[in-house]
């Protein structure tokens, strides 16, 4: 039996995006976030569900840059239980997988390339002629 839909991409792939635009959505709701994610709230970079989809690991990201990482990774930690049950509310899904909440170092690592990058020569300086 083939697993995919007409979409033409698997469940779990349809189901993390879902998740990951709404628990964005939801964000900005939550009040016993707001004190920790202002003034900038995370970015929800990926959700990864795992094959059986009863847990999903939620990659952010911030625009401030990782200083705030671990603060803002146990808030939502923290609100991981709200989430779940606002998701359940607004999601025509049998069941929310648990969240854990992950840093993602990804943009820190490509502006550290860029910065990197930026120092080199440029090349058509010198020994050229």
């Known amino acids: 039996m083939v697993q995919n839909s007409h979409r033409g991409y698997p469940r779990r792939a349809r189901v993390a995006q879902l998740l990951q635009e709404e628990i ?19 970015t929800i970079s990926l959700v990864e569900l795992a094959p059986d989809m009863h847990s999903a690991i939620v990659y952010f ?8 990482a671990e603060a803002v990774r146990a808030a939502l930690q923290e609100s991981a239980g709200q989430l779940r049950q606002a998701l359940g509310k607004r999601l025509a899904l049998r069941r929310i997988p648990p969240l854990r909440f ?3 170092a990804r943009f820190d690592r490509g502006a550290e390339m860029a910065a990197l990058l930026a120092g080199l020569p440029r090349p058509g300086g010198e020994g050229e002629g």
């Open 24 to 42: 964005a959505a939801l964000l900005p709701e939550m009040h016993a976030l707001s004190s920790v994610i202002r003034p900038l709230p995370p």
């Open 61 to 68: 990201s911030l625009m401030t840059g990782p200083e705030r």
């Open 102 to 104: 992950v840093y993602d």
